[in-house]
């Protein structure tokens, strides 16, 4: 059974909870990934709604023509990023409070991921082109 997972932004003026049935976590290595992180992307995703507490907090902006970011306007968290035609969200994995069961899965872009990062663990890793195959 999923647990209940709480989350909230540095400053916690934007909070949530929500029941993650696989916490698997996806880096993202993509040029927008790296500018908004300064490395690269790390997030859960979450299919459906998210009751947002601070909503006032939220800034959102259109990132690609597919999906938009968003942010705390008051600490600057990343939040997440969201499929524009579905509710499947990729949530900031650092906002949760326990990530005790969360398990590194894969990582994408690692074609233009910068020499500077080494990451070991064992994930499935997709190139640049492998992405757009699956996502388009």
């Not at 709480?6 to 698997?24: M, Q, T, Y």
């Not at 990934?33 to 992307?41: E, G, L, N, T, V």
Request: hydrophobic share 30%; glycine share 4%; with cysteine.
């Amino acid at each position: 059974m999923s647990k209940i997972n709480k989350a909230s932004c540095d400053c916690g003026a934007v909070s949530f909870e929500i029941r993650l049935d696989a916490p698997n976590v996806g880096i993202c290595h993509c040029a927008s990934c790296q500018k908004i992180s300064s490395a690269f992307y790390a997030s859960v995703t979450y299919k459906g709604e998210i009751e947002f507490n601070g909503n006032d907090y939220i800034n959102t902006y259109n990132s690609s023509a597919w999906a938009t970011r968003s942010f705390c306007k008051q600490c600057g968290s990343n939040l997440f990023y969201k499929l524009k035609e579905t509710p499947e969200y990729h949530i900031s994995a650092a906002l949760f409070d326990d990530k005790s069961n969360f398990t590194l899965k894969t990582q994408m872009f690692t074609d233009i991921k910068p020499d500077y990062i080494v990451l070991n663990a064992n994930t499935e890793n997709m190139t640049r082109q492998e992405c757009f195959d699956k996502w388009g």
